[in-house]
């Protein structure tokens, strides 16, 4: 079984990227299992299975960063995948904390942006967009081809080894190259990783503690001025 | 080098094949694309734009030099033979203008020594097309609809300066058109414009005539219409100078109206 997980911003296009590339894979006879992971609701389950067929599922992350709740969660769904037949598991994910990023060795990481954000957009996402395999730009059907070939560049600049694809994914325009490359990648393995470094130290913040200051706080920390360092035992 | 561009015909919004033969663009030919909104042109020019390869809805192939077209030209904007003038009146990004350009300039023109020189081409391009000039430090979200356009004509022309040029109803953007299409066609390419404006089309070697989004017909330019282009040419010299002047918010005088009899 393959694995390919698929991150962005909110909107930018994953459902239909993703729509494109199972009605693809279908006319290829591969079964895809889908699984969403958003903060607090998704439909994406229901409208994918009632269009398509395919066993989906979906988790709220709730308190935790949907990228962090990938990691936990991923280990079962990929059971699941497999005990379903399926050959590709997709995962989209709305990766909000842009420190982390969700991609696993062993599996496609997909980051989704569109060419109508802000022109620093790629500046802003971090791991997400530099750990990719691929960046996929929907929307090339809302801008001119001057900005959307600028917007490339900006994706080229901040993420040199990153493959880029543009699409329509309202039409499926420029999908066959990204399932080409979906196909061809490697079957998943024991014991994968997290791609690249999560971001440094247990957080207290993100585990309830609300004072405000430094001094209040464990781990890593920092002061206004100069670097972070480490606070506790 | 790109000296012709073919485009394998695929099927129309129902479904149904259309044009059956292949259409030809020769280097130096001029082409319009012509039919009644909604009827597929736009799709048709953006078709030649992707390089389409049957996977787009509809099912269209575009050949190169009567071969499949490098990969490389899809993915690398250095290499893309193609500028395309799309009917987008807004830019989305709020770099200034001379950044954007500057940076537009670094992906088409590998050569980096002349870039100021050609953000400037670019610059004066576009001014000769618009009403006001365009101040090169504003950002490209504060330029106007017609601003907008005649920014992207003159990028097209200068910057990406390609073998191909597709143009989206140019008429419809409150430039100078007669000034653009002097301009552009000072150089030897092949020119394709979506158009409903019968200058245009009466310069053109041939019209390809969309309908319900199939290429339904392909007229080529006849004697008679010839004949009658330079008419057609007076008439609509007429019409812009009168234009013009209401632009300027000045009078009609029966001077300037008795050119139109
Ligand atoms: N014009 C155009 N619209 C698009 C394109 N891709 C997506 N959209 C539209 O953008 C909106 C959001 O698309 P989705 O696929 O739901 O985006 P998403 O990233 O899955 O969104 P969330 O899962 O809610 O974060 C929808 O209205 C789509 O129709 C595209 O290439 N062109
Ligand atoms: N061959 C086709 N198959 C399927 N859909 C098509 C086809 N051609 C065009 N369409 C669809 O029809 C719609 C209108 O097409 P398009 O925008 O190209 O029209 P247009 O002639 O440029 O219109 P306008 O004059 O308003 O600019 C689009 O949504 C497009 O995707
Ligand atoms: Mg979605
Ligand atoms: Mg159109
Ligand atoms: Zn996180």
């Known amino acids: ?233 | 080098m790109v000296k012709s561009i073919t485009i394998l015909p695929g099927s129309n919004r129902q479904g149904n094949p259309e044009f059956k033969e292949s259409i030809e663009l020769k280097m130096g030919n001029v082409i319009s694309i012509v039919g009644p909104t909604g009827s597929g042109k736009t799709t048709l020019i953006n078709d030649i734009e992707l390089l389409s390869d049957g996977t787009t809805p509809t099912g269209r192939r575009i050949l190169i030099n009567n071969a499949l077209p490098p990969a490389d030209y899809r993915n690398n904007p250095s290499r893309n033979p193609i500028a395309l003038i799309t009917q987008h009146t807004t830019f989305l990004s709020d770099l200034p203008v001379h950044e954007f350009l500057f940076m537009h300039a670094r992906i088409r023109n590998k050569n980096d020594q002349h870039v100021s020189e050609l953000i400037q081409k670019t610059i004066d391009f576009a001014n000769q097309l618009t009403g006001e000039p365009i101040i090169t430090n504003s950002k490209m979200t504060e330029l106007s609809g017609g601003q907008t356009r005649a920014l992207l004509i003159a990028d097209a022309a200068v910057i990406c300066d390609t073998p191909v040029v597709l143009l989206d109803e140019v008429e419809n953007a409150g430039i100078h058109r007669t000034r653009a299409l002097e301009l552009l066609r000072r150089h030897e390419k092949i020119f394709v414009f979506v158009t409903h404006d019968p200058r245009i089309a009466l310069l053109s070697d041939f019209r390809v005539i969309m309908k319900e989004g199939g290429i339904a017909q392909v007229l080529y330019t006849n004697h008679v219409e010839r004949d009658f282009a330079e008419r057609v040419t007076k008439l609509d010299d007429v019409l812009g100078s009168l234009r013009e002047i209401i632009r300027k918010g000045e009078r009609l005088t029966t001077e300037a109206l008795e050119g139109v009899l």
């Open chain 1, 1 to 233: 079984m393959k694995l390919c997980i698929c991150a962005g911003p909110a909107t930018t296009g994953k459902t239909s990227v993703l729509r494109h590339v199972i009605k693809k894979l279908i006319t290829m006879n591969l079964k895809s299992a889908y699984l969403k992971i958003d903060v607090q609701y998704a439909e994406e389950d229901e409208l994918l299975a009632s269009e398509f067929g395919i066993p989906t599922r979906k988790i709220y992350s709730g308190e935790l960063c949907p990228d962090h709740c990938n990691v936990v969660v991923l280990g079962e769904t990929l059971e699941w995948a497999q005990s379903v037949s399926s050959d590709i598991l997709l995962v989209e994910t709305a990766g909000l904390c842009l420190r982390c990023s969700p991609y696993v060795d062993g599996g496609m990481g997909i980051i989704v942006l569109e060419a109508t954000s802000g022109i620093n957009l790629p500046l802003k996402v971090g791991p997400m967009l530099s750990l990719a395999d691929t960046a996929v730009i929907t929307k090339i059907d809302r801008v001119s081809q001057a900005e959307r070939e600028v917007f490339r560049m900006r994706i080229q600049d901040v993420a040199p080894s990153v493959r880029i694809r543009e699409v329509n994914a309202l039409h499926g325009i420029g999908i066959d190259p990204l399932v080409e490359q979906i196909t061809q990648m490697g079957d998943i393995h024991e014991n994968m990783l997290l791609r690249g470094n999560p971001p440094v130290g247990t957080c207290t913040i993100c585990v309830g503690k609300k004072e405000i200051g430094w001094k209040q706080h464990f781990g890593i920390v920092r002061k206004l001025h100069g670097e972070v360092f480490y606070q506790g035992e």
